[in-house]
């Protein structure tokens, strides 16, 4: 191997670790990141072992890896004619990838939170029942009723902006600076 061949693979490891150190500030695991990078930087889908072998994690560990990115929307499992392994891609567009990454956590929070509110109000329903409530409590439950419709308000408003994101509706107020086509070179 060359020196300037040595050189520029050290640069797509710095990149992968750049990708890595990015997923972690969006709340993702920088494995999931690094492997995303290596996918990335490969141009081309992996199979586990290749991922296994690229990383030094086992089979097992990069199958929850792998299936961690396709919960988050980052990767999915392709077939290619003639192999007869599992192929996982990821995406190649940045801005769909960050997409794809904040409106899956929104989306779990959201989940989340729509639980507990059904909870809540189940539990805010018995206490209305009780007939022997006194002022103060009716006074609490009606701040409480107050607050869980603020909560389902604050939740309605992050799927609306969920579905901004998804719908690429975001690039009409955030434009994306266009370079042209990476083959272009």
Do not use: C
Request: aromatic share 10%; charged share 35%; hydrophobic share 35%.
């Amino acid at each position: 191997m060359t020196n300037v061949e040595k050189r520029l693979k050290e640069s797509k490891s710095q990149f992968v670790e750049k990708i890595a150190d990015n997923m972690h500030a969006f709340g993702v695991s920088e494995t999931i990141g690094r492997v995303l990078g290596i996918i990335y930087m490969n141009r081309e889908p992996m199979t586990l072992d290749q991922l296994s072998e690229a990383t030094g994690m086992s089979k097992m560990r990069m199958s929850q890896v792998v299936r961690e990115m396709i919960e988050l929307n980052i990767a999915k499992k392709v077939f290619r004619k003639g192999v007869r392994k599992d192929l996982i891609q990821v995406e190649d567009d940045y801005y769909q990838t960050f997409i794809s990454l904040f409106t899956s956590n929104w989306q779990r929070a959201v989940t989340k939170s729509r639980s507990f509110e059904r909870k809540l109000q189940k539990d805010l329903e018995t206490i209305e029942l009780d007939d022997s409530l006194s002022k103060e409590v009716i006074e609490e439950k009606k701040e409480l009723d107050w607050e869980t419709k603020e909560w389902s308000d604050y939740y309605d408003w992050i799927n609306r902006l969920i579905e901004f994101f998804e719908s690429g509706e975001i690039f009409e107020h955030v434009p994306i600076n266009e370079r042209g086509n990476k083959n272009d070179k």
